[in-house]
């Protein structure tokens, strides 16, 4: 009896499966982290200056361009939904229209890029850091196109389960990218040092790269080619899948732009805390990213695998899914953290060489640590309503959680001494606890009314 309650939560046919989807996204996702982490330890080589205006120009330029990303990220569960309910034929068609769609969400975020090199000028007086920053944001805008189509071809990967072609081609990107930053930001022979700048033009060759090697892997895959013509094929416009996949996927690139935005909105209240606190958060939300590329990855399986099985109509794999998804995230989450913690010296001491900002970190870790753990049931929560399609829900608990919740907390423990000495760095760390804690418990109410609704119907 006890055995098969155990089955019951830890499913270990699910489980497998669960892992061989998760694994290639999790090696993908590492190496995006790893390309950040390289241009942190690379521009930090080249002074604090220049570390603070790569900081502040991923505050700025990351929020736009990973919320007009996050739209299509929707394609995924669609076409695994698709898959499920038997119209794989319509797959071609959903490509298109998402490309097209693309096409005019370059445009935004172009438009918004440009707006926001503004905005470098009114957060800072360090000219010198703040004309690095521009020059960054400049270099970064030429990748826009590349940057937002990978999405496309990664979902159509990712819908059919085959998750190893972006972990092949980020491996490889990685690889490239480290020694791009070093030649653009430190110059070797005929090339001049760019400093912090440079990193922005390793970024946009590499994701260029990117782009066209999954393009390409598509193009050489019998069953994908004609998928890959319908992307590169000027088709007419079908009005109403572009209103389905921008319906879905626009709620998801609110709530990014909603959580990228308060964090970009963080860095600024800690701007004019100096160059060595603005490092340290820069350091310590790299470590974040790296513990969270877990239950992130898990996420997009989780959401994979749900849009499958809501497609097919079977709610007992789906039930089964969400208990083993669920305890192994929680159980290797808290490996994770607790490792991280063990080497938490060792793990700072390879990021930076600055005294100060090291012995910052190390505080910033502790908050961290709880972080990781209340982040773990929003990334399965998100991933589980994405496969439902439900995906509205997510932009008001983000709106609430990080605006209305988190900001004005950030704001209070950061830079005031209203309900306490102000925490500085610190500060900003326990209001993300805080959001977290509010957004997990939504999102989890929210998919235990959407379940009952889909599986009603069947």
């Not at 606190?277 to 990213?289: L, T």
Request: glycine content about 8%; some cysteine.
């Amino acid at each position: 009896m006890k055995e098969h309650s155990w089955k019951n939560w830890l499913n270990p046919t699910e489980l497998w499966k669960l892992i061989v989807l998760t694994l290639p996204l999790y090696i993908a996702n590492l190496t995006r982290i790893g390309m950040a982490v390289t241009d942190t330890i690379v521009a930090g080589k080249a002074g604090l200056t220049d570390l603070a205006a790569v900081s502040l120009g991923v505050a700025i330029i990351a929020p736009i361009m990973m919320s007009v990303g996050a739209i299509v990220t929707i394609v995924s569960p669609m076409v695994a939904r698709l898959r499920g309910a038997s119209q794989e034929s319509r797959v071609g068609s959903l490509l298109c229209n998402a490309k097209n769609l693309s096409l005019r969400l370059m445009l935004v975020e172009l438009v918004l890029l440009l707006i926001a090199s503004g905005i470098f000028g009114l957060v800072s007086d360090d000219e010198a850091m703040v004309s690095t920053a521009r020059m960054y944001l400049y270099l970064v805008i030429l990748n826009v196109p590349a940057s937002i189509m990978q999405r496309v071809v990664l979902g159509c990967f990712e819908g059919y389960r085959q998750t190893w072609p972006g972990m092949v081609v980020f491996l490889v990107a990685l690889l490239i990218n480290i020694p791009l930053n070093f030649l653009f930001v430190l110059g070797w022979g005929p090339i001049p040092a760019m400093g912090g700048a440079g990193c922005g033009l390793a970024t946009t060759i590499v994701h260029w790269f990117i782009f066209l090697s999954l393009l390409g892997i598509l193009y050489a895959m019998p069953e994908h080619r004609a998928h890959a013509h319908a992307l590169l094929a000027w088709r007419p416009t079908c009005p109403r899948t572009v209103k389905k996949i921008f319906h879905l996927g626009f709620p998801l690139g609110v709530a990014t732009m909603c959580e990228m935005g308060f964090f970009g909105a963080v860095m600024l209240f800690i701007t004019p805390l100096g160059s060595a606190v603005m490092g340290a958060q820069q350091v310590a939300m790299n470590i974040s990213r790296l513990l969270f590329t877990l239950p992130l990855s898990l996420g997009v399986a989780v959401s994979i695998r749900s849009a499958y099985f809501v497609g097919a109509g079977r709610k007992d794999p789906f039930d089964t899914l969400v208990k083993t998804s669920s305890l192994f995230t929680f159980a290797v989450v808290a490996i994770l953290v607790a490792l991280m913690l063990h080497w938490r010296h060792e793990i700072v001491g390879g990021m930076t060489s600055s005294d100060a900002v090291a012995d910052l970190v190390l505080v910033l870790l502790v908050y961290c640590a709880i972080y990781q753990l209340v982040d773990a049931a929003q990334a399965i929560a998100s991933g589980l309503l994405r496969g439902c399609h439900d995906t509205r829900v997510i932009t008001w608990v983000n709106i609430v959680s990080y605006w209305f919740v988190g900001l004005p907390l950030a704001y209070v423990f950061i830079c005031t001494d209203w309900v306490r000495p102000a925490m500085g760095a610190a500060g900003a760390w326990v209001s993300f606890i805080a959001i977290l804690l509010v957004a997990s418990v939504c999102l989890i109410c929210r998919f235990c009314h959407t379940r009952k609704l889909i599986f009603s119907a069947h």
